[in-house]
């Protein structure tokens, strides 16, 4: 079993930036794609982005490209969400989530999921 541990959300202005963490308990199979998801109120769970273990190959949804980064550590077992431009639309819980390998999580094929952060933008 893995644990899956997020932070870094909170409430941020229009026009602001926020930086996402998640930090892994252990590193297996499982964990050599990390990625996130998010999740607003009344909607489904939404794809956002991947990146795969070199850190060579990643994926983004349309309504982030250009504004979120993510990055990984594999030292550390952790993986990053730079979040800019952020727009009250981006406001949802994220999730951390962690798959075999970066195409999975991009068909929301996840072995593992965070337990959620809540990322509030307001306008």
């Known amino acids: 079993q893995v644990q899956l541990v997020e932070s870094g959300g909170g409430l941020v202005q229009a026009g602001g930036s926020l930086r996402l963490s998640c930090a892994a308990s252990?590193?297996?199979?499982?964990?050599?794609?990390m990625g996130w998801f998010r999740q607003a109120p009344g909607k489904e769970r939404e794809f956002v982005a991947a990146?795969?273990?070199?850190?060579?190959?990643?994926y983004y949804a349309d309504s982030v490209k250009g504004r979120f980064a993510i990055s990984r550590d594999n030292g550390k077992n952790t993986v990053y969400l730079q979040m800019s431009s952020l727009k009250p639309e981006d406001t949802a819980v994220y999730y951390c989530?962690?798959?075999?390998?970066?195409?999975?999580?991009?068909?929301?094929?996840?072995?593992?999921w965070g337990q959620g952060i809540q990322v509030t933008v307001s306008s």
């Open positions: 989530a962690t798959s075999t390998a970066s195409a999975s999580l991009n068909a929301h094929r996840v072995d593992y």
């Open positions: 252990r590193r297996t199979s499982s964990t050599s794609a």
């Open positions: 990146i795969s273990w070199t850190g060579g190959t990643t």
